[in-house]
């Protein structure tokens, strides 16, 4: 009997700063992983006199970092055993339902066995990937979206296919003429993935009627909708319609998390939808971390229970509306008269298109740096190699008193770019 032997390639010797030497460890899903272009800014933004409008965090000013370490306090001294233990899968059971009761108050029904808790939506996403993203097989994206969940999906080899949005979001027949495509080359989509409140990074509000369109077409095409809503509570003028989830409770998975209104360190998110995928879901997280912090779970559940967390997020929302404001004025008044954006009623972000600059907003980037000003270039939010002209600006960290003049470095940088493009 002969036996096929397959090595590994030899462990070099030399520069060990060579990558490329390296690069048959590599799984064929390692190799499809890329850098976010928003976790790599932060390095070249530490230097110098620049104005970050590329991290979407919560502004650390606002941290009830007084309240934190009495509820930390409270936990330690109450419930050490089980806070410095091991934890379910699941996530503590009190928790659980806590959070399906906070469900039930954005208008979704749910139990706690329909509740997994994650380290954050951002683990939730991954689990979801992994779950159900089969490799090559297609997945329906927004255009812009998420450059976080299309790395989860790209990173467990999904294949990602933008659907169409315009000013209010994902636009319902272009999903499903992208789905008769598909089927009619025998393809069916695995699933949709989709922010519709304050789309990261278009800020987007999906109206009602299109998300009952939505959960139609989820039913007749037997499609899984994954709904990611990180920012539904920071709404500026009204509450965002009923989620997706409230609509079709049997077609959607919710992801939801505490970083945006609470603190973003202690990790803690979590997933909603049907008990059967959950159970999968659960063994997809067992191998990934067996638990999440259940110290970090026990922090939020007593933030809850304390009853004054509508109250600091009502106060959120307003530093974040007069934020939003003050970007808003200075893009009218800095940037070119035909930048195109529209104003978010909530979340995080601007996503500005400047028609007719001489290159990309990536190619841009490094010049913009050197005038003390950073962003997002677009083309990292979308799958279809669009984005070339357009950004995205955070104001959600940045100081009140350096937004306008952030605002104004960028308008001008780029306003003369127009002007006089750059050589070579």
């Known amino acids: 009997m002969s036996v096929t032997i397959t090595t590994r390639p030899a462990i070099p010797g ?19 992983m890329r850098s976010s ?12 006199d620049i104005i970050s409008f590329a991290g979407g965090f919560p502004t650390p000013d606002v941290f009830p970092a007084e309240k934190a370490a ?64 089969d490799p090559l097989a297609p997945v329906l994206v927004e255009l812009p ?31 499903s003429e992208i789905i008769e495509r ?59 319609p009923l989620p997706l989830r409230a609509l079709a409770p049997e077609r959607v998975i919710y992801l939801g998390s505490f970083s945006k209104v609470f603190f973003p360190g202690l990790r803690v998110g979590w997933i909603n939808g049907p008990e059967p995928l959950l159970r999968k879901l659960a063994v997809a997280k067992q191998a990934a971390d067996l638990c999440s912090s ?17 109250q600091h997020t009502s106060w959120l929302r307003g530093i974040y509306r007069h934020r939003r404001d003050l970007m808003w004025e200075a893009l009218r008044h800095f940037f070119p008269a035909d930048a195109r954006y ?3 009623a909530g979340g995080f972000f601007f996503w500005v298109t400047v028609p007719d600059l001489p290159c990309s907003t990536r190619e841009l980037l490094p010049q913009a740096l050197a005038h003390g000003v950073a962003y997002v270039a677009g083309t990292g939010f979308c799958v279809d190699g669009g984005g070339q002209q357009s950004l995205r600006l955070s104001f959600s960290q ?3 008193a350096k937004i306008t003049e952030g605002i104004r470095r960028l308008g001008e940088f780029l306003a003369g770019v127009r002007e006089r493009p750059p050589k070579g």
């Open 398 to 400: 940045v100081e009140e």
């Open 342 to 344: 529209s104003v978010p």
């Open 14 to 32: 030399g520069d060990a700063h060579q990558s490329s030497q390296y690069e048959g460890f590599f799984s064929l899903a390692a190799r499809s």
């Open 294 to 310: 259940t110290f970090g779970q026990y922090v939020v559940l007593e933030w809850l229970r304390e009853g004054n967390w509508q």
């Open 182 to 240: 598909l089927r009619s080359q025998g393809e069916q989509p695995r699933f949709l993935y989709v922010i519709p409140n304050f789309n990261n990074p278009a800020g987007t509000l999906l109206p009602q009627e299109r998300r009952e369109a939505l959960v139609e077409i989820a039913r007749r095409y037997n499609l899984l909708i994954v709904e990611d809503d990180a920012y539904g509570e920071l709404y500026y003028d009204r509450r965002p």
């Open 145 to 175: 979206g998420y450059v976080g969940g299309l790395n989860a999906i790209a990173a467990n080899r999904g294949r990602l296919i933008g659907c169409p949005t315009d000013q209010d979001g994902i636009i319902p027949a272009g999903v």
């Open 37 to 48: 272009d928003i976790r790599d800014m932060f390095a070249l933004t530490e230097a110098g």
């Open 70 to 133: 009495a509820l930390m306090a409270k936990v330690a001294a109450t419930r050490p055993q089980a806070a410095l233990q091991y934890g379910p899968t699941e996530g503590i059971g009190e928790l659980r339902a806590a959070v399906a009761d906070l469900m039930g108050q954005r208008g979704v029904p749910a139990t706690p066995g329909e509740i997994l808790l994650t380290a954050g939506s951002q683990q939730a996403l991954d689990l979801v990937a992994r779950t159900f993203a």
